[in-house]
């Protein structure tokens, strides 16, 4: 490494006006909403592949409509730098398209500086990287990792009964198409990611960039308790078969469990479904929907197990039927050492207070760790706030992750 | 019973080749001296044409050339019954501060037009967005006229206007089809 590329820096009023070309599109007053697959997410692909040519890059659409740049220079193996510019419903304006705003701007600081590549740099946004569409999240980078195939995702639905399957032959992708978009291991040299944190751990402690060390994954499961309904008038309370107030013991046996019993994993129950919902009607049916992460495959699965026995405990103690299942066990991942050990060094040379961390929430880089050596940087939310249009980072700390990602790429690429 | 469609051609090659090098001469004289100039067709048939007018205008103006594919910007769309593309437009080059010249084959009721601006204001904010056609066969829907154009046609609401071009169709004529 030269000098001069040590001291090479992104352009940040450039940076900045290609983050406000793509959250331009479905701007919703603070926040974004562009959701997988529709006119506004595929407008702003759009406009990323046009960003993409004027950034003298390579374009090239896969079979999911993940959009990818490649650079002209270099060869063999890449540096991939992704992330994605789709949303959740009611979204912000930062989430995704900071990654991928970076990238395209590291990449045309890297071109311009007339530094010679061994690798071409490669930037990606990634499909429906959030599941408020079609309940899987991280889509296109699973079927690049070779995890997911046509098959897995066809039959996926939304809320209005679109299979997305339909979506995808309606850009065109047939089963062969989305199945070539799975990519070998040995096209890649590295991936990297810079994500805001949407936490508010970075925030708090005062620090600009969090160095992920690993990415927890999530165990979901469905419970549903299925007592009587009964006038709640007329019916004493020892003859009841309430099912919410077995679920209300199952719900605070989650934070229990979460809290004390096991360590390192976070509980949530996050949705609740009472029938028949009436005020005057003992609950008969009652479904509750638990997220439980960890990046301990081993924790997360003690603390599931000890969730459904504690279920059936509540169950057979009221007398009240259950059904119970796990809907969704994800594997969480470990990021590269040599990479944080990379991220941390950039930090220390460049005065950026750092720190090292895990990621609580699931992202592309996790996907793309099962295939390459994968990196990934955090900057902070303010207010931890993400998921929501009130979602925000300061531009100085994206321009500092993204100078901290272009120090990384160059090693890796140069 | 049969119905007869009547095919009237109002084009031919040689005539399609005049109006090609008249519109270039009025876009030179409207454009020269300025700076920074796009052409960009709308697909199919515009990005041909505008390709053709590059051809001619680079000689003595320096000009971009790019093409658009309004699918996404369609005022009718049904995204789950159309066919859609991703990143079929191709425009390189910054439109910020541009003088863009949009070439379609056919103006009919504006509504391409329309999709084509609203596309091209979400990529960039150009200086000025000219409109260059073919033909221009009446029945607007929008407020929206030409600035350059080839040649007017008197047409029925219920006709199709169906120009053709050497490198999409192997021939270079335009017909009006009555139903």
Redesign the interface.
Known sequence: MTEATLDLKIDRKRLEETLNALTKIGMTGKGSQRTAYTIKEMRAKEVLTHLLRRGGLEVRIDGVGNVFGRTRQGSGPVVMIGSHVDTVPEGGRFDGVVGVASGLEIARTICESGITLRHRIEICAFSAEESSRFGVGTIGSAVVAGELSAKDIEGLKDKHGHRLGEVLARLGRSHDVINSSKRDPSEFHAYLELHVEQGPVLESEGKKIGVVSAISASTRLRVRFLGRADHSGTTPMNLRKDALTAASELILAVERICKNEVKGVVGTVGSMNVSPNAMNVVPAIVELGIDIRSILAESKKAAASLVLQEAQQISKRRNIELEASIIKEDEPVTLNEEIVSLFEGICKSSGAPYRVMISGAGHDAMKMARITRSGMLFIPSKRGLSHNPDEWTDLNDVELGANCLLQAALRLAT | MKFLVKEKRILNSKQIDELIDTLARRMLRKLAGGKSVALIGIKTRGAYLSKRLVDKLSKKLEVHHGTLDII??RDD?N?????????E??????LNGKTVVLVDDVLFTGRTVRAAID?IL???RPAVIYLAVLVDRGHRELPISPTFCGKKVETQRGDRVEVKLKEKDGVDEAYVISP
């Open positions: 996404l910007y769309l995204v789950l019954q159309e066919e859609l593309t991703i990143g437009s191709d425009i390189s080059f910054d596309q979400d990529l960039g």
